[in-house]
């Protein structure tokens, strides 16, 4: 069984640009969860979607967005980059985001913002 | 307030110890999971074990095992037998409530170096 994907694996971006990262969760999850992994703030979670909607929202600014799709594909926009978002963005998946489902990674996009 | 807190930076064990790295959490739900992440320098985050509140045994996985102790909430992981490729930073991680329409929530995490 596939993993959870994540494209790209690597970005650079200068200040004011926008990025698109994607999410591609395990075959038949529905779950999709999207995590910001910096040195100094550790791992934050972004938003959850289930089913197209988007269930929870941490705690980030609007330039932050997401979107699930009907095959539960997700994908995470940021827009006018900062340099602050330069981070490590990961992606989880789970079949349907109880507790006690473990949420499976994706290798992560870094993103470095000169 | 941390709901996750981990207390030990970095840690070092000899190969073939056991090692067990700790972990406490703060909730006033009753119902709660918790996990334990392993990441690799590579990046990705493997999930290693899992811990339901309610569940009154142990979790164990291989060489993996959860030493939950409720009232003082904690859980701790064990790792028996090290080995050099299980080198890495290690997450605790808790969800509260018994929906699941609650965020994950990570300690900072605890740097283990195994050592030949």
């Known amino acids: 069984k596939a993993g959870v994907t994540q494209t790209p694996r690597y970005l650079i971006k200068t200040r004011g640009q926008q990025v698109t990262l994607s999410c591609s969760p395990i075959?038949?999850?529905?779950?999709v969860s999207w995590y910001q992994q910096t040195p100094g703030q550790g791992l934050q979670f972004l938003f959850e979607?289930?089913?197209?909607?988007?269930?929870n929202k941490g705690n980030f600014p609007g330039r932050f967005s997401g979107r699930q799709f009907s095959n539960s594909r997700s994908e995470m926009n940021v827009s006018t980059l900062e340099l602050g978002d330069s981070a490590l963005y990961l992606c989880?998946?789970?079949?349907?985001?109880?507790?006690?489902?473990?949420?499976?990674f994706g290798d992560g996009t870094r993103l470095s913002i000169l | 307030a941390q709901k996750i807190t981990q207390t030990q930076p970095g840690m070092f064990v000899q190969e073939k110890e056991a090692v067990t790295l700790d972990c406490t959490y703060d909730?006033?739900?009753?119902?709660?999971?918790l996990f334990w992440y392993k990441q690799p320098s590579s990046g990705e985050m493997i999930f290693l074990i899992y811990?339901?509140?309610?569940?009154?045994q142990n979790a164990t996985e291989g060489r993996y095992s959860l030493n939950f102790q409720k009232a003082r909430k904690s859980a701790n992981l064990v790792i028996s037998a090290s080995q050099l490729g299980d080198s890495a930073m290690y997450f605790c991680?808790?969800?509260?409530?018994?929906?699941?329409?609650?965020?994950?929530?990570f300690g900072k995490g605890t740097r283990l170096s195994v050592i030949a």
């Open positions: 811990q339901g509140s309610y569940d009154e």
């Open positions: 909730t006033s739900d009753q119902s709660y999971g």
């Open positions: 991680a808790m969800r509260e409530g018994p929906l699941g329409n609650t965020p994950l929530v």
């Open positions: 075959s038949g999850h529905r779950s």
């Open positions: 989880a998946s789970s079949p349907t985001g109880q507790i006690n489902q473990p949420q499976h």
């Open positions: 979607y289930f089913s197209e909607t988007q269930r």
